[in-house]
């Protein structure tokens, strides 16, 4: 399989291979605001609002989150699978074309199904060591696909935690700048030439 193959799948790695923060922030305000309100109303806020994903789909997401995210013990903001599942269903997975999404879910099912060769385990039961070795390599495989599909993850966790806004207090990040000072967007504007 090739990336430039136009399945659905590949359409899925490509958006979110291209995902900046930025874009992911501007999708997720509806998540971000529920996450203001505190974890446990964002419990019971998001979980019935995961149209997009089912129970097997979120452990996979999870289960990445819990090895690229050990957030546990250190001064960062602990996270929830609900809102970080919440920011992630809010600012894509919710908006993706029915297709794509297919793709997607297909990738995630293959991801998840890669370390039972090896392992005898899908990855959502590896220990953390396994896990994250088993992400490092297909991080860093020759297969497009595996490499793809282990960064889009990655991605897609780590840029769910950082849109909340309560992940900022400990890094002492008090928001984009441009809201702060009311100043308006410019998209992706070219630099000045002179």
């Not at 992630?88 to 993706?96: F, I, P, R």
């Not at 005898?120 to 070795?133: M, S």
């Not at 696909?145 to 991605?155: C, D």
Request: hydrophobic fraction near 45%.
């Amino acid at each position: 399989m090739h990336l430039d193959t136009p399945s659905p799948l590949n359409q899925a790695l490509q958006i979110v291979g291209r995902l900046s923060r930025r874009d992911f922030m501007a999708f997720a305000g509806a998540a971000v605001s529920v996450a203001a309100g505190g974890a446990a109303s964002v419990a019971q806020a998001q979980a019935p609002a995961l149209k997009s994903i089912n129970a097997a789909e979120a452990a996979i997401f999870r289960r990445v989150a819990e090895v690229v995210l050990p957030v546990g013990g250190s001064p960062l903001a602990p996270w929830t699978p609900e809102v970080l599942l919440g920011t992630l269903e809010a600012a894509l997975l919710g908006t993706m074309p029915p297709h794509v999404l297919a793709g997607l879910k297909g990738g995630l099912q293959y991801f998840n199904e890669g370390p039972v060769a090896q392992h005898g385990k899908r990855f959502t039961a590896l220990d953390d060591a396994t896990a994250t070795a088993f992400l490092d390599a297909w991080g860093n495989a020759k297969e497009v696909p595996h490499r793809a599909l282990a960064s889009g993850l990655k991605k897609l966790v780590q840029l769910s935690y950082w849109a909340n806004p309560a992940s900022w207090a400990p890094l002492e990040y008090d928001g984009p700048i441009s809201k702060r000072n009311g100043l308006k967007s410019l998209g992706n504007a070219p630099l000045p030439t002179r």
